[in-house]
């Protein structure tokens, strides 16, 4: 058990540009969720998968934002036409249904220029 | 609607002393809250789970409080150490899918 992996750690991208994150959970929990967290501030739901469908998305996540859970292994979020307000870290976390414990991942800090 | 809140001032403090970190919620009771501690450019990693039937719960040198009335959480970390600096998060779950609501975090630092 590695724990929560993220990829990559750190992107850097100019405004308008498309960005993908991964993340890949701990192997067998069927639980995972993606949260945004700016500077000062706590982490803030975006999205819910279990297994591979997507059951809850915030009013936060807006039409520029995707997530993906094929297989209902690894995850990926991607970002349209990216914004200077998307600047922040974000985080993935994965559980398993009889837990209510959440593993977070290192994060992927995105810096939009 | 549900909220967190949590000291956002940084709380400084001698090694060896008792740190005593706060967190106060709105609307009803959760059915449990739990502590992260995340350190800088880090995610947060899990400390603790308290439910709401529990009045108290320990792990090592951290205690947890859960008291309903108050509608508050206090984090104590005693006989603190410099390696004990981070900021201390209180989320409490929302909706069926128990996704998270985190306070801001409090930002503690432990001083030799």
């Known amino acids: 058990d590695t724990g929560v992996s993220q990829n990559p750690r750190h992107k850097i991208t100019k405004r308008g540009q498309n960005v993908t994150f991964r993340c890949d959970p701990i192997?067998?929990?069927?639980?995972l969720y993606w949260y945004r967290q700016t500077l000062g501030q706590g982490p803030e739901f975006l999205t819910y998968?279990?297994?591979?469908?997507?059951?809850?998305k915030s009013r936060l996540l807006s039409d520029r934002f995707s997530a993906e859970r094929p297989k209902g292994s690894f995850s990926t979020l991607e970002i349209q036409r990216t914004e200077q307000g998307d600047s922040a870290m974000y985080l993935c976390?994965?559980?398993?249904?009889?837990?209510?414990?959440?593993?977070f991942g290192p994060g992927t800090r995105l810096l939009v220029l | 609607s549900q909220k967190i809140e949590q000291n956002s001032e940084a709380l400084n403090i001698q090694e060896g002393k008792t740190a005593t970190l706060t967190c106060n919620y709105t609307?009803?009771?959760?059915?449990?809250l739990q502590w992260y501690r995340q350190d800088p450019g880090r995610g947060p990693v899990f400390l603790l789970l308290?439910?709401?039937?529990?009045k108290e719960k320990r792990k090592e040198r951290l205690k947890v409080t859960f008291d309903t009335t108050l509608k508050q959480s206090l984090f104590h970390i005693t006989a603190s150490q410099p390696a004990d600096s981070a900021t201390y998060l209180c989320?409490?779950?929302?909706?069926?899918?128990?996704?998270?609501?985190f306070g801001a975090g409090t930002r503690l630092a432990v001083h030799p």
């Open positions: 976390a994965s559980s398993y249904s009889l837990e209510e414990t959440q593993y």
């Open positions: 192997s067998e929990h069927n639980r």
């Open positions: 998968f279990q297994n591979e469908a997507q059951l809850e």
């Open positions: 609307n009803y009771s959760p059915a449990y």
């Open positions: 308290i439910r709401e039937n529990e």
């Open positions: 989320a409490r779950i929302s909706g069926g899918y128990n996704k998270l609501i």
